[in-house]
């Protein structure tokens, strides 16, 4: 199983709203996540980023990918990864 850190939408239409979830790569997009590691909401912009950095430090230890965006998204909030 090859796990991945990625965006999971929520909202309403026209009102995205995403979690940073780990998540086996083979799910869909709203599949069941392994585990929820914060949340983003773009409406506010990239600093609405709320990360559990300790738990992304884990995954990634763990041999976890990140995302494109998850990546670009923790870079520009300084998160350590």
Known sequence: ???RLRLQRL???NR???RIV???RR???DGKPLEI???YDPIVGKTS???KTDRVEYWVKQGA???RTVSSLLKTNKAAV
């Open 1 to 3: 199983m090859t796990v």
């Open 27 to 29: 799910k869909q997009r």
């Open 22 to 24: 780990a998540i086996d």
């Open 49 to 51: 980023v709320v990360v």
């Open 65 to 67: 990918e990140l995302s």
């Open 11 to 13: 909202g309403k239409p």
């Open 16 to 18: 995205p709203y995403y």
């Open 37 to 39: 590691l914060g949340h």
